[in-house]
Every structure is written in structure tokens, then in C-alpha cells.
């Protein structure tokens, strides 16, 4: 079955930096898109990037755009995001999600891991 | 502000049959792009409960519908239960920002 599981999350202050990661099983890693989504405590939904599946391709949400990178690795079956400059605003919790095939949606959803910019 | 509209919050006494909308504009459901839902209890993850307007993915209950119609997109619940207490969000895809995905602000379900 497909399993996605983040870490990496955790404290840091504002302007710090943080690496989370995302080990992903139970299917074929390098054959599919995948993306990082973010919901901020008590609020909804926002893409934050994603990257094609050969790392040809990425984009990132304006908010994020210059700050943060997202990366993978296929032989280890792992997705990155990268985060600097971290500002207060980037506080929530940070899901792992494959695409669909077709790229319209996430069709699997890691558990997600908490990042809390705080001075 | 989010760029699909949601209600806030709906409630539905067990066994009734609820609906949440979906309102988006000419660049996102009215351009023709497919709408999608995601069901997310109480903390956890979102899971994917409608895919392609009308979908369902392997395991969800025949009692989750959706559809969509102009700019408007629509998710029912028929046959209530308390397991269905939870938030739920609509997505889609707007050709006018630079992000491909955009996510309704979410309806939290009571069930009374």
C-alpha cells in the first residue's frame, strides 16, 4: 500500500532554516509527480511545489517562490523541501502528496510534520 | 480569501442528506477544469474522497457524491453518519496564478 511519511518539522526561528523530508513505499516512486501542501493551524489548504517526476519540472506558490526548493531523490525514494528564510507565516503543518496521474489532484497523503517559525 | 468559495459549515441530523458547495469563477471551474474533494477528519491528513467531478476512489461509499455545473461544483452526503463529522475541501486548477492548484477554504460537517 502507498505510504508517504514527512519529517524534518520542528522549531525554528525566524530568518533560521529547515529540511523536511518525505520517504515514500508501496509504489513506484520515480514514476510519479509529487508535491508539498501546507495548512497553517486552524486554517485550509495551499499548494506550496511541486516537482515532476525526473526533476525536470518544479514550481512553487508566490509565498514560498525564492525561499524554498523542493528536490528528490528516485534511488531512495525520497522527496525534499528545502526552507530558508523562514518567516512566522510559514507556520503549519506540511503534507506530502503524489499526484495523480493525470496531475489534476493528490490521490495518497502523508501524515504531515509540524513547523513552527517562533522567536 | 480563498479562490474556490465554501461554506463555512453545514450540519445534518443522521441519516439526512447534506450538500457543499463549491464556487469558483472563469479561470478555475468555469474554464472546464475537473474539481476534486478531500475529506479530512479531525486530526488527520486529507484523504481524496471525489476525484474528476464525480469519481469516487476505491473504498469510498457510494453515499459521497459529486458534480459540477457552470462555475459551481457540489459535493452530497446522502444517508448521514457520525463517522462523517469532519472538514472538507474542494480543489481545482486556475490558469490565472502561477500555482496549478487552488483549494476551496473548507466546510466543517456537524452531524447533529
Known amino acids: 500500500q502507498v505510504q508517504l511519511v514527512e519529517s524534518g518539522g520542528g522549531l525554528v526561528k525566524p530568518g533560521g532554516s529547515l529540511r523536511l523530508s518525505c520517504a515514500a513505499s508501496g509504489f513506484t516512486f520515480s514514476d510519479y509527480y509529487m508535491s508539498w501542501i501546507r495548512q497553517a493551524p486552524g486554517k485550509g489548504l495551499e499548494w506550496v511545489s511541486y516537482i515532476s517526476s525526473s526533476s525536470s519540472y518544479t514550481n512553487y506558490a508566490d509565498s514560498v517562490k525564492g525561499r524554498f526548493t523542493i528536490s528528490r531523490d528516485n534511488a531512495k525514494n525520497s522527496l525534499y523541501l528545502q526552507m530558508n528564510s523562514l518567516r512566522a507565516e510559514d507556520t503549519a503543518v506540511y503534507y506530502c502528496?503524489?499526484?495523480?496521474?493525470?496531475?489534476?489532484?493528490?490521490?495518497?497523503w502523508g501524515q504531515g510534520t509540524l513547523v513552527t517559525v517562533s522567536s | 480569501q480563498s479562490v474556490l468559495t465554501q461554506p463555512p459549515s453545514v450540519s445534518g441530523a443522521p441519516g439526512q442528506r447534506v450538500t457543499i458547495s463549491c464556487t469558483g469563477s472563469s479561470s478555475n471551474i468555469g474554464a472546464g477544469y475537473d474539481v476534486h474533494w478531500y475529506q479530512q477528519l479531525p486530526g488527520t491528513a486529507p484523504k481524496l474522497l471525489i476525484y474528476g467531478n464525480s469519481n469516487r476512489p476505491s473504498g469510498v461509499p457510494d453515499r459521497f457524491s459529486g458534480s459540477k455545473s457552470g462555475t459551481s461544483a457540489s459535493l452530497a452526503i446522502t444517508g448521514l453518519q457520525a463517522e462523517d463529522e469532519a472538514d472538507y475541501y474542494c480543489?481545482?486548477?486556475?490558469?490565472?496564478?502561477?500555482?496549478?492548484?487552488?483549494f476551496g477554504g473548507g466546510t466543517k460537517l456537524t452531524v447533529l
Open positions: 480543489q481545482s486548477y486556475d490558469s490565472s496564478l502561477s500555482g496549478p492548484w487552488v
Open positions: 502528496a503524489r499526484e495523480a496521474r493525470d496531475g489534476s489532484h493528490s490521490d495518497y
